[in-house]
């Protein structure tokens, strides 16, 4: 309690308020692409968050987290393009997927740890990557699942257009913060940090260390699910990219980067690795090469993430 205390009246608070204050009055201000940019950090925020449920709080590095995040979007694009239902049932269906996916996964995953929990992530994800490219007549191949109904005609809103969307995926990013904080700050989330730290030791205490993982890989698919058919309704088209190791990489630099078991700092990192990607390359075709130095140079100045940065130099 005093660390926390310590870190709102330090330098966090006063950035914590200035950027809330350009989330909620920003966008009118910007250009469609800014909003745009701004959009894709708030969702793919609900994404890193949801992978930081695991790496941070329950100590479990998952490689295949982006699958679960695909299989939602799928579910999405299959439901309201093949077979034209509505948008409750679309959103319904796609989170359902992604969490029954997690659900079935974690029989897996979780009876290991460490570098074979990352491997055997790593391993599941690019098996569902393939399925995705190779059941075309489902997914499209390569060509992926275009012509997802936008959200507001779908779900039939009074509002449209790129600002009301934007408010829309910052209210779900509000809602699935709130209640990812809350998860961590009660008796089970206190207990997931507990076997981060000695899982030997909770096990000693009488806690179920396994069940308590496998419902930390199912909740975090369940959030994981959230961001998924938000991003299908926001870009309208769902292909296999989502679920290769490329994008569960850039999304475990999102948490590294911000600050693990911080909750706002894969936020941070979201908005970060969003920023340099679309703007760096829209400069160099060499905009990896850059993001690496990036992230190598923080990760020197701040171990912790960048959240964590007076605490990291400590």
């Known amino acids: 309690m005093a660390e926390r205390s310590e870190a ?64 939602a979007a799928y579910g999405v694009a299959v439901l309201s393009t093949r077979y034209q239902l509505g948008f ?21 995953v979780s009876h290991v740890r460490d570098v074979y929990f990352l491997m055997i992530t790593l391993a599941l994800g690019m098996v569902l990557w393939g399925l995705s490219y190779r059941w075309i007549p489902m997914t499209g191949g390569d060509n992926g699942l275009s012509g997802i109904p936008s959200l507001e005609a779908h779900a039939g809103l009074p509002f449209s257009g790129p600002i009301a969307f934007y408010y829309v995926a910052l209210f779900v990013f509000a809602v699935s913060g709130a209640l990812m904080a809350v998860l961590v700050r009660s008796p089970f989330g206190l207990t997931l940090c507990g076997i981060r730290e000695s899982e030997p030791r909770m096990r000693s205490l009488g806690y179920n260390t396994w069940l308590h993982c496998y419902l930390s890989y199912v909740l975090a698919g369940a959030f994981a699910s959230v961001s998924g058919v938000v991003w299908a309704y926001y870009n309208s088209f769902v292909s296999p990219t989502y679920l290769d190791l490329t994008a569960s990489s850039e999304l475990f630099l999102m948490v590294t980067l911000g600050g693990p078991a911080t909750l706002i700092g894969p936020v941070v990192g979201a908005g970060v690795i969003v920023l340099l990607k679309n703007v760096i390359s829209a400069y160099t075709a060499r905009w990896l090469l850059i993001l690496g130095i990036v992230y190598i140079v923080a990760i020197l100045a701040a171990p912790k993430g960048l959240w964590n940065l007076r605490r990291g130099r400590s």
């Open 88 to 108: 409750w049932t679309c959103v319904a269906g796609g989170i359902l997927a992604g969490t029954l996916l997690s659900a079935l996964l974690g029989l897996i």
């Open 8 to 71: 709102l009246q330090g330098w966090r608070l006063p950035v914590l308020v200035v950027l809330g204050v350009l989330l909620l009055a920003g966008p009118p201000l910007l250009t469609s692409y800014w909003v745009g940019l701004l959009t894709q950090a708030v969702i793919l925020a609900i994404l890193a968050m949801s992978l930081d449920l695991l790496l941070g709080y329950t100590g479990l590095p998952s490689l295949g987290h982006a699958a679960i995040f695909g299989v």
